[in-house]
């Protein structure tokens, strides 16, 4: 990756043997591996076990995660907030991993509804819950530093399993909870 990251510096023009730029090479490709680590990652690991038995069967929301990915289209980065709920059908999940599967996801080449349903059938998966939601309001570079050059607009994405697509109450309440406290 580092050949590849000098090769980019000297395309656009500039020196990779200047003084500033020597190590650049080496740090973009650091900083693209941690950015992309998702794909060494899986769910079960990261996961590790920790679902555990539950009589609660009320929502249970985790909102405002930060969430920083990179646009495929563009290699951007789209920078937002995820919010994530669940019903629990006699197991819950660690509250922690619920952050981590978001980090997991996003830290790959996404478009903000691949990553917003990935997360929903994670979550799902691991907890049998009877629904999950998950909304996704991000602003993508690409569209704001680039392009269209739109830096006031941000995109929303939802992804609604189970309850939270069939019973509009369910729905209702997720949406309604997450908007609160702003
Ligand atoms: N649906 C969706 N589109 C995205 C996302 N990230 C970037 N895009 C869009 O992907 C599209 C790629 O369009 P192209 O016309 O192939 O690329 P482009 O010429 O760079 O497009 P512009 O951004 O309009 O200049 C653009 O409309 C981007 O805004 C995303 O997460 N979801
Ligand atoms: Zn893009």
Redesign the pocket.
């Known amino acids: 990756m580092e050949e590849h990251f000098r090769a980019i510096i000297e395309a656009i023009g500039e020196n990779p043997d200047r003084e500033g730029l020597l190590r650049t090479p080496y740090r973009a490709a650091r900083a693209l591996e941690f950015l992309t680590q998702g794909y060494e990652q899986d769910l079960d690991e990261i996961v590790n076990g920790a679902v555990f038995e539950s009589s609660n069967d009320e929502m249970v929301i985790v909102k405002d995660i930060e969430l920083y990915s990179l646009?495929e289209?563009?290699l951007l980065p789209?920078i937002g907030k995820a919010h994530v709920a669940y019903l629990p059908a006699g197991r819950v999940i660690g509250l922690s991993k619920i952050p981590r599967i978001v980090d997991m996801y996003a830290r790959r080449l996404?478009?903000?509804?691949n990553l917003t349903q990935q997360i929903g059938q994670s979550i799902q998966r691991v907890t049998g819950a009877h629904g999950v939601g998950v909304v996704i309001e991000a602003q993508?570079l690409?569209?704001m530093m680039?392009?269209?050059q739109k830096q006031g607009s941000s995109?929303i994405t939802s992804m609604m399993l189970g309850r939270f697509r069939d019973d509009p109450r369910t729905r209702q309440e997720f949406l309604d909870l997450i908007r609160t406290g702003r």
Do not use: S, T, Y
């Open positions: 646009c289209h563009h789209f996404q478009i903000q509804e993508h690409c569209a680039r392009g269209v995109m």
